[in-house]
């Protein structure tokens, strides 16, 4: 079985600071893919980023960057200089590579709230 | 390109009656899986149906259903509704089984039952 973990429920700052949310999974499978989504107020899950359990190499998209260390089972995601639109909820998610990848296994979430 | 459409946006039922859900995927996704959000228990994964056979199921009763026609459009159907069926239905759409399997989502059906 696998289990995400976003424990942090909500955060809230101020706008310009840096925030970053912390994700952590559990699960038996040795091939996985991890995903981070964006849910703001219209409710769509918007997808920012994939990453496979091959591929420890951290990633940095503009003001956000990802963090993925197998060896701890965690892939946090860490916002810049955060920007009042960057206010959602934001979801960790994971899934096996077998059966097709189609699975996903989300966190609880994290609500983030930027304050101008 | 077109993303992923879902009808009706929002729907109230009443407990016991039946509801459909249709979702359209992105053109050239051939695989379309859909998940429940709602406050207590989060985004759970309902099923997956791929070249028209449901590939994976999650955990929820056989009051859940689904198809997928053969142009990849999919429809959920939930039998016998309960108050516990409120929820904010998702659909995905995805090509199955490449490196680029992420799921795109629709904006969701928001299903009240009074």
């Known amino acids: 079985a696998q289990k995400v973990t976003q424990a942090q429920t909500e955060i809230s700052v101020v706008e310009k600071e840096d925030v970053t949310l912390d994700c952590v999974y559990e699960?038996?499978?040795?091939?996985?893919?991890l995903f981070w989504y964006k849910q703001p107020p219209s409710g769509e899950l918007v997808f920012l980023i994939r990453?496979?359990?091959?591929?420890?190499q951290n990633e940095i998209s503009g003001r956000y960057s990802w963090n993925f260390q197998k060896s701890t089972s965690s892939f946090n995601f860490t916002i810049t200089a955060s920007q009042v639109v960057d206010s959602a909820v934001y979801f960790c998610?994971?899934?096996?590579?077998?059966?097709?990848?189609?699975?996903?296994?989300f966190g609880q979430g994290t609500r983030l709230t930027i304050n101008p | 390109k077109a993303g992923v459409t879902q009808t009706p946006r929002y729907l109230i039922k009443t407990r016991g009656q039946q509801v459909t859900l249709s979702c359209s995927p992105i053109s050239g996704h051939r695989s379309v899986s859909w998940y429940q959000q709602t406050p207590g228990q989060g985004l759970q994964f309902l099923f997956e149906y791929f070249s028209e056979t449901q590939r994976n199921k999650g955990n929820f009763p056989g009051r859940f259903s689904g198809r997928q026609f053969s142009n990849s459009r999919s429809e959920m159907n939930v039998s016998t509704l309960e108050l516990g069926d409120s929820a904010l239905y998702l659909c995905?759409?995805?090509?199955?089984?490449?490196?680029?399997?992420?799921?795109?989502f629709g904006p969701g059906t928001r299903l009240t039952v009074t």
């Open positions: 995905a759409s995805s090509f199955r089984g490449s490196k680029v399997p992420e799921q795109y």
């Open positions: 699960t038996r499978d040795t091939t996985y893919y």
């Open positions: 990453r496979n359990s091959f591929d420890e």
């Open positions: 998610a994971l899934t096996p590579i077998i059966q097709g990848a189609q699975k996903l296994v």
